[in-house]
């Protein structure tokens, strides 16, 4: 990771082998300007945040992620948020749903899916390749089985704690 720093702006970037890219480097960077994030994947740039997350690669290195906010970060006067914030997983530069919160992003090990973890008012979802699953008072992080075509996670709806397996609770 090459980390640049200046007066007014400051760039991480990420450099992973790709044998997709001529010169067999990937680069990925975010940029902090006057207190706004924007994250720069192979030279396409996002929209301006007021934070991410860290940047998740998929296993092969072809697709990157990360959880970026929208709003302010102004307070009011009891620390609160002025106006409404919103959250989204971003992939390769693309902006998922938005949510009150969310999860870090996870990559499957073959890199094919992506699951997040979301909460809109008070309950949550698991979100797997952008189709959110059932509503809960609470969900734990999604994990993929080894060969990725599984997925499981932790979850509590109306006092009960259950494991769902590919979305069905068990």
Not at 29 to 41: A, G, S
Request: aromatic content about 6%; glycine content about 10%.
């Amino acid at each position: 990771v090459i980390f640049r720093r200046s007066q007014h702006q400051q760039s991480a970037v990420n450099q992973r082998p790709d044998e997709n890219q001529p010169d067999g480097v990937a680069q990925r960077r975010i940029t902090l300007v006057k207190n706004q994030f924007r994250m720069v994947v192979d030279g396409q740039e996002s929209s301006e945040y007021v934070a991410v997350s860290a940047a998740q690669f998929s296993p092969e290195g072809s697709r990157v992620a990360y959880a970026g906010q929208s709003g302010t970060r102004m307070l009011d006067a009891l620390g609160r948020p002025l106006g409404r914030q919103q959250q989204f997983v971003v992939v390769n530069s693309v902006e998922g749903a938005a949510y009150d919160e969310v999860g870090p992003p996870v990559f499957s090990p073959d890199g094919q899916r992506i699951a997040h973890r979301a909460r809109r008012d008070k309950k949550w979802a698991v979100v797997l390749d952008s189709v959110e699953g059932k509503w809960c008072d609470a969900v734990g992080d999604p994990v993929f089985s080894p060969d990725g075509r599984r997925i499981a996670h932790g979850a509590k709806r109306d006092g009960k704690v259950v494991i769902v397996l590919d979305g069905v609770e068990g």
